[in-house]
């Protein structure tokens, strides 16, 4: 006894030295609580009793447990004050709430385990990130975010408490109840962490509930099952343990939960748990601490604490030691009971009994369960599981991907990428998303593979010439007892498929799967946390460089300590989803909201905040596919490639048809096109506007500025801002073919050979050249082009002639060059550029024409328009060729006022400058093509907002953005192959009747 009384006053003496500290500075209840301190005075002693016990309710019709009828009676005769939620469906707990919420004079607080969202207790609600998962994200913010949806998830549902964060620090890797539940290891990234949860919900009116106090973290038994020992040192709980609390209580903690723990160094009476303990309750929690918020007891059905103590004499000492609520008693009536004779031998006093149901009156004003309001059933699941409430579980996911080792992402674009899944089928979500991006062959094996089946797969994926292998384990657990579902002959497949290719390690798993063995030769290792479909598609959006990887491990694994993560930029920004996880659609519910038949609800968890969507979404886009093969039917084009972006995400990117009518390669992501004037935007009006952000060129200047021209010529006074806006007098185009032609047609010898050399070194066609001395006669030309100022509006490609020479005086680069440098290299674009023969291989390109009156080919691979063609490829007006998907990226740059990637190509305002109309009677800006203000005219359908702004090619291409809907439209064709006057396009409005297609789901508002 002499030694108990030592250690308790040695404890305490510790105690006011360690929590002498700042006072508390937030207070849990700020405001005022009329409703609370009249109610008190009005309650009789039954009443006040009834209110320390929130009992436990199923909405499950199928499980044992599922007990209405047993909630109503305790209502009714006992008049509990709360309920707390467990498995079941949110319609049908919500109609259960009104019941019970009905039926009591008192309004009930409803509490649910929510701790990463209403999917952890509820059927067709969404499961988010599990806490181990936000402690990998660095910037926290994104956890307030998410805590003030959850909270919205809960009141929705009519919940008022959520019992969460967990606070408990996972110090012990062996952990059997905490593990993921946790922030992690460190105790300053769980109480940032912590704090942002609470301070999200608390926000949002929902009361936060902090547990498991005084810490589970360090445990190797569950509660659940047992009591777990915690034998640590003063100095070591104070340090750990406890460490997080007192910052939350200063912040305005509402609630915390007490945990069924014996914590022998604060109460030394054997088989104790925390939660009866007045030495941890009252003493530390309330007295050293100063927390005056609500205190409830963990459920107390769990071993931890029905294994010394019985129902009744449990719930009794969990009130006296200081709790204000029994979550989960086990029985009610004799609790009650209990409680009456507490009060009759003075265990308890009705002091007491005043002072917990003012808190707990309080809480439920402050969360406005005093307002009492009736649940809407109708449309709860579309409110649920709305678009924005997919797009933060995707945000939370892509921030936390760690990235551990030597750094070997992004992926090269042409990397040939092999694939082992351990422990699921080949054709994964995570396989699926990496096609989006790669070349990819994929095996799969079993945990327990042997060693002829690892044979089979090396060779295998040797076939395939494979430059990179990536070994993903998928079909893991979070228990440690079963080493997290990850075994030795399954890491034994990473050390062996070495031997084919550098090997990188991805664990959708736990991180604590790396303690699991040496991983022998493995140097690269991605932590995905867990094995959705959504994180999957994620990790395969981070690995092709379209998103960051920038998560930082939670807790220490094998040699990796908590804190580790590489952070590594995103090189794009357009990135791969199916539509379900793009948050950007609303899915309309067909079912029964009410549930009336007991039946389990599959919901769709998808949805955006702007657009409703009804029926299947896979059939959104279905219109488009149909444009698109009528044109091909009707012969309008031979093949198409089409991307739609919306917020930067890819929303559509199919292709259709073949590059020729007869028997050409099938069109693929990887299918170049001859972008023709589209050039003009994304090659000549690039530089001219990073030449106008440097202050090297200004828009109001004089041709005659930059350019020599002989003394007095017209074109010298030419404005630039009139000639970007082709209002400027010059003419069309001007044929230059004739310079290369006889009068009867055939070749000029002296202008076109064959036989490349010295004298013939531009490339004009397969095997022909030409000479550069052709580029003087071209512009010689062009000065003897007349000037009619009065013309107004003509669309004009002479003046990028000029601008071609203009760029490269002031760059000292060839255009190409300049922008390969400035553009598209920093932008990791692989297939925009000129030349493509000299980059591309022939069989990606499509075919352009077949020239029949001058060069007398297929042309393939070469600039279509002739003016470009003997400026030996490289033109103002024509010569890039691309891939939808490049072009995509470059329009998305323009979208979002220059930047890409973090990266600041271009400044807002000389985009902005750019994309204004400055002439009447025009429709364009400044190299940018507009809408016109006739429907269906120029290059837009009618529904295209007047702040968009894009380009057409003459070969059947065009590029469009839309800042006010936030959309890329990119549609890339060959309509000139085989003949140039196949304007069957055109007639059909392909284009135009594809972009109004895209304005039905994300309309201009």
């Known amino acids: 006894m002499k030694k108990k009384i030592i250690l308790i006053a040695s404890f305490f003496a510790f105690c006011n030295v360690f929590f002498a500290q700042a006072p508390i500075t937030k207070s849990w209840c700020p405001l005022p609580t009329p409703w609370a301190d009249s109610l008190l005075k009005t309650l009789t002693l039954d009443q006040k009793i009834g209110q320390l016990f929130m009992v436990a309710a199923w909405s499950d019709e199928k499980k044992e447990s599922y007990n209405p009828n047993q909630i109503q009676n305790l209502i009714k005769q006992y008049g509990i004050g709360g309920v707390i939620?467990?498995?079941?469906?949110?319609?049908?707990?919500?109609?259960?709430?009104?019941?019970?919420?009905?039926?009591?004079?008192?309004?009930?607080?409803?509490?649910?385990?929510?701790?990463?969202?209403?999917?952890?207790?509820?059927?067709?609600?969404?499961?988010?990130?599990?806490?181990?998962?936000?402690?990998?994200?660095?910037?926290?913010?994104?956890?307030?975010?998410?805590?003030?949806?959850?909270?919205?998830?809960?009141?929705?549902?009519?919940v008022h408490m959520n019992f969460a964060p967990v606070v408990d620090i996972n110090s012990n890797p062996n952990n059997p109840v905490i593990l993921n539940r946790s922030f992690g290891e460190k105790k300053e990234d769980v109480l940032a962490s912590s704090l942002q949860y609470m301070r999200g919900m608390q926000d949002a009116s929902v009361l936060a509930n902090a547990k498991h106090f005084p810490g589970h973290g360090d445990t190797n038994v569950d509660s659940h099952k047992d009591l777990p020992v915690v034998n640590k040192s003063l100095s070591e709980l104070m340090q750990q343990e406890l460490w997080p609390y007192q910052p939350l209580f200063n912040e305005g903690l509402a609630s915390i939960m007490i945990a069924h723990l014996s914590m022998p160094q604060?109460?030394?009476?054997?088989?104790?748990?925390?939660?009866?303990?007045?030495?941890?309750?009252?003493?530390?929690?309330?007295?050293?601490?100063?927390?005056?918020?609500?205190?409830?007891?963990?459920?107390?059905?769990?071993?931890?604490?029905?294994?010394?103590?019985?129902?009744?004499?449990?719930?009794?000492?969990?009130?006296?030691?200081?709790?204000?609520?029994?979550?989960?008693?086990?029985?009610?009536?004799?609790?009650?009971?209990?409680?009456?004779?507490?009060?009759?031998?003075?265990?308890?006093?009705?002091?007491?009994?005043?002072?917990?149901?003012?808190?707990?009156?309080?809480?439920?004003?402050?969360?406005?369960?005093?307002?009492?309001?009736?649940?809407?059933?109708?449309?709860?699941?579309?409110?649920?599981?709305?678009?924005?409430?997919?797009?933060?579980?995707?945000?939370?996911?892509?921030?936390?991907?760690?990235?551990?080792?030597?750094?070997?992402?992004?992926?090269?674009?042409?990397?040939?990428?092999?694939?082992?899944?351990?422990?699921?089928?080949?054709?994964?979500?995570?396989?699926?998303?990496?096609?989006?991006?790669?070349?990819?062959?994929?095996?799969?094996?079993?945990?327990?593979?042997?060693?002829?089946?690892?044979?089979?797969a090396s060779v295998k994926l040797k076939a395939k010439n494979v430059t990179r292998i990536i070994v993903a384990y998928l079909g893991t657990n979070n228990k440690a007892a079963d080493h997290f579902g990850v075994s030795q002959n399954s890491i034994l497949v990473a050390e062996k498929l070495q031997n084919v290719a550098p090997t990188s390690v991805v664990i959708f798993g736990c991180p604590y799967i790396l303690n699991g063995?040496?991983?022998?030769?493995?140097?690269?290792?991605?932590?995905?946390?867990?094995?959705?479909?959504?994180?999957?598609?994620?990790?395969?959006?981070?690995?092709?460089?379209?998103?960051?990887?920038?998560?930082?491990?939670?807790?220490?694994?094998?040699?990796?300590?908590?804190?580790?993560?590489?952070?590594?930029?995103?090189?794009?920004?357009?990135?791969?989803?199916?539509?379900?996880?793009?948050?950007?659609?609303?899915?309309?519910?067909?079912?029964?909201?009410?549930?009336?038949?007991?039946?389990?609800?599959?919901?769709?968890?998808?949805?955006?905040?702007?657009?409703?969507?009804?029926?299947?979404?896979?059939?959104?886009?279905?219109?488009?596919?149909?444009?698109?093969?009528?044109?091909?039917?009707?012969?309008?084009?031979?093949?198409?490639?089409?991307?739609?972006?919306k917020d930067g995400l890819v929303v559509y990117d199919k292709n259709f048809g073949s590059t020729n009518y007869e028997g050409g390669n099938v069109v693929n992501e990887n299918t170049v096109y001859d972008l023709a004037s589209v050039t003009k935007m994304l090659g000549t009006g690039l530089a001219l506007m990073k030449l106008v952000d440097e202050g090297k060129l200004n828009i109001q200047a004089k041709l005659g500025d930059y350019l020599e021209f002989p003394q007095g010529h017209p074109h010298a006074s030419l404005s630039l801002k009139h000639m970007f806006a082709h209002t400027a007098g010059l003419p069309g185009w001007k044929d230059f073919v004739p310079l290369t032609t006889?009068?009867?047609?055939?070749?000029?010898?002296?202008?076109?050979?064959?036989?490349?050399?010295?004298?013939?070194?531009?490339?004009?066609?397969?095997?022909?050249?030409?000479?550069?001395?052709?580029?003087?006669?071209?512009?010689?030309?062009?000065?003897?082009?007349?000037?009619?100022?009065?013309?107004?509006?003509?669309?004009?490609?002479?003046?990028?002639?000029?601008?071609k020479k203009i760029i490269e005086k002031l760059t000292g680069a060839t255009l190409d060059a300049f922008l390969q440098k400035e553009f598209y290299e920093p932008m990791h674009l692989s297939t925009i550029g000129y030349l493509p023969t000299q980059r591309i291989p022939l069989s990606h390109i499509a075919e352009t024409e077949n020239d029949t009156k001058w060069r007398k080919q297929i042309v393939k691979g070469?600039?279509?328009?002739?003016?470009?063609?003997?400026?030996?490829?490289?033109?103002?007006?024509?010569?890039?060729?691309?891939?939808?998907?490049?072009?995509?990226?470059?329009?998305?740059?323009?979208?979002?006022?220059?930047?890409?990637?973090?990266?600041?190509?271009?400044?807002?305002?000389?985009?902005?400058?750019?994309?204004?109309?400055?002439?009447?009677?025009?429709?364009?800006?400044?190299?940018?093509?507009?809408?016109?203000?006739?429907?269906?005219s120029g290059s837009t359908g009618p529904s295209a907002s007047k702040q968009s702004f894009g380009h057409t090619g003459f070969t059947g291409t065009l590029a469009w953005a839309d800042p006010v809907n936030k959309t890329v439209y990119v549609f890339l064709s060959n309509r000139t192959f085989p003949n140039a006057e196949n304007w069957k396009i055109n007639d059909l409005k392909t284009r135009m009747k594809i972009q109004e297609e895209i304005y039905k789901v994300f309309p201009v508002k």
Request: aromatic share 8%; with cysteine; net charge neutral.
């Open 266 to 456: 604060l109460d030394p009476e054997p088989h104790v748990p925390s939660t009866l303990s007045k030495s941890i309750v009252t003493d530390i929690l309330r007295k050293q601490m100063k927390f005056d918020g609500l205190v409830l007891t963990d459920a107390m059905n769990m071993q931890g604490v029905t294994k010394y103590f019985p129902a009744g004499e449990a719930d009794i000492r969990a009130l006296i030691a200081g709790n204000d609520i029994v979550l989960f008693p086990l029985d009610v009536p004799l609790a009650i009971k209990k409680v009456k004779e507490a009060l009759a031998s003075e265990r308890l006093t009705e002091a007491d009994i005043n002072a917990k149901v003012l808190r707990i009156l309080k809480a439920k004003e402050i969360a406005h369960a005093n307002q009492k309001e009736k649940i809407q059933l109708k449309g709860i699941h579309d409110d649920l599981n709305n678009g924005n409430a997919i797009r933060i579980k995707r945000v939370l996911i892509e921030a936390s991907i760690t990235q551990l080792g030597d750094e070997v992402w992004p992926l090269k674009k042409d990397e040939r990428i092999g694939v082992c899944i351990i422990g699921d089928q080949a054709n994964t979500a995570f396989v699926q998303g990496l096609k989006n991006f790669y070349s990819v062959e994929a095996v799969a094996l079993p945990k327990e593979a042997d060693q002829q089946k690892i044979l089979d």
């Open 742 to 803: 006889l009068t009867n047609g055939e070749w000029n010898g002296e202008c076109l050979s064959k036989t490349h050399s010295g004298l013939f070194c531009n490339p004009v066609a397969q095997d022909l050249f030409t000479t550069k001395e052709i580029t003087d006669k071209i512009y010689n030309e062009i000065l003897k082009t007349e000037i009619n100022p009065s013309q107004g509006y003509k669309y004009s490609d002479l003046g990028y002639y000029y601008y």
């Open 862 to 936: 070469y600039v279509h328009d002739q003016g470009a063609a003997l400026l030996g490829g490289v033109a103002g007006h024509a010569g890039l060729f691309s891939n939808a998907t490049d072009v995509a990226a470059l329009m998305q740059m323009l979208l979002n006022g220059g930047e890409y990637a973090g990266k600041q190509y271009l400044s807002e305002q000389v985009i902005s400058d750019f994309n204004t109309c400055y002439f009447p009677n025009n429709r364009r800006g400044l190299i940018f093509d507009k809408p016109s203000s006739e429907a269906w």
């Open 85 to 158: 939620f467990f498995q079941g469906g949110p319609a049908r707990q919500a109609k259960l709430t009104n019941q019970f919420q009905q039926a009591s004079k008192i309004p009930l607080l409803i509490g649910i385990d929510a701790e990463w969202g209403l999917g952890m207790r509820l059927d067709s609600t969404i499961s988010y990130p599990r806490q181990m998962t936000l402690g990998a994200i660095r910037d926290k913010q994104h956890i307030y975010t998410w805590g003030i949806e959850v909270a919205r998830q809960l009141k929705r549902i009519g």
């Open 517 to 645: 063995g040496d991983w022998k030769g493995i140097k690269n290792f991605i932590i995905a946390y867990q094995g959705d479909a959504l994180t999957q598609y994620a990790v395969a959006n981070a690995l092709a460089g379209s998103s960051d990887l920038n998560g930082s491990l939670p807790v220490s694994a094998h040699v990796f300590k908590a804190g580790e993560g590489s952070q590594i930029k995103a090189y794009r920004t357009n990135k791969h989803y199916p539509l379900e996880f793009t948050g950007l659609f609303n899915v309309k519910s067909a079912s029964n909201v009410t549930n009336n038949s007991g039946a389990v609800y599959q919901e769709d968890m998808m949805g955006n905040v702007s657009v409703d969507v009804t029926g299947d979404l896979d059939q959104i886009f279905s219109q488009i596919d149909k444009i698109a093969k009528d044109g091909i039917a009707q012969k309008a084009f031979p093949g198409c490639s089409i991307v739609i972006l």
